[in-house]
């Protein structure tokens, strides 16, 4: 079992999830990685980074495909950005063709909670229009990610799936 962790972060929240997550994994004795998805040009601005999530804008990344053959399982994670999840995600998903039957799980990080549900939702719904078979979801606060408890709360279902 290899599991590919595919994960955007601007201020470090996702990120930390994503590590957390990772270190669970491993304590099964499963090999896990993170892939931080790198925009070849970062927006630093709000505004900037609000437009191009809400517009869809297509950005570039300088990590557009790793081999996702080789995982039995794959972790997709992002920050809510502006309702929907952030464009470093959305260009990298853009380069995968299929994902049929692939074990995947999907969640989003998020501040104030507006629009978090239709983000996800909208990330289920592409990774399914690629024929994903999605084990887990979910949308964790963000101020939430230094609490190892809670992590370990939300997370113990995913590693369950993962272990099982
Ligand atoms: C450009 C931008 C837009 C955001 N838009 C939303 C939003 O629509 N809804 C929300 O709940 N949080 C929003 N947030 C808050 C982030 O989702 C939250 O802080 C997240 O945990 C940041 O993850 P990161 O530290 O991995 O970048 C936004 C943050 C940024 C920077």
């Given at each position: 079992m290899k599991v590919a962790i595919i994960s955007y972060s601007f201020s470090g929240n996702t990120k930390r999830a994503c590590v957390f997550l990772m270190e669970k994994i491993k304590e099964k004795n499963i090999e896990a990685a993170i892939f931080d998805l790198k925009p070849s040009r970062e927006e630093k601005k709000f505004l900037l980074q609000c437009r191009d999530a809400f517009y869809k804008h297509k950005i570039e990344i300088q990590n557009p495909v790793s081999e996702l053959n080789t995982y039995d399982?794959?972790?997709?994670?992002?920050?809510?950005?502006?309702?929907?999840?952030?464009?470093?995600?959305?260009?990298?998903?853009?380069n995968i063709k299929d994902l049929t039957d692939k074990k995947c799980a999907c969640f989003l990080t998020y501040g104030s909670g507006m629009g978090k549900n239709k983000a996800l939702e909208e990330l289920e719904e592409i990774l399914k229009a690629k024929g994903a078979r999605i084990l887990f979801s979910k949308n964790i606060p963000g101020s939430k990610t230094k609490d190892k408890e809670y992590l370990e709360e939300q997370f113990k279902s995913l590693v369950d799936i993962i272990s099982d």
């Open positions: 399982f794959v972790i997709f994670a992002s920050p809510v950005w502006a309702f929907t999840f952030a464009p470093a995600l959305r260009a990298y998903l853009e």
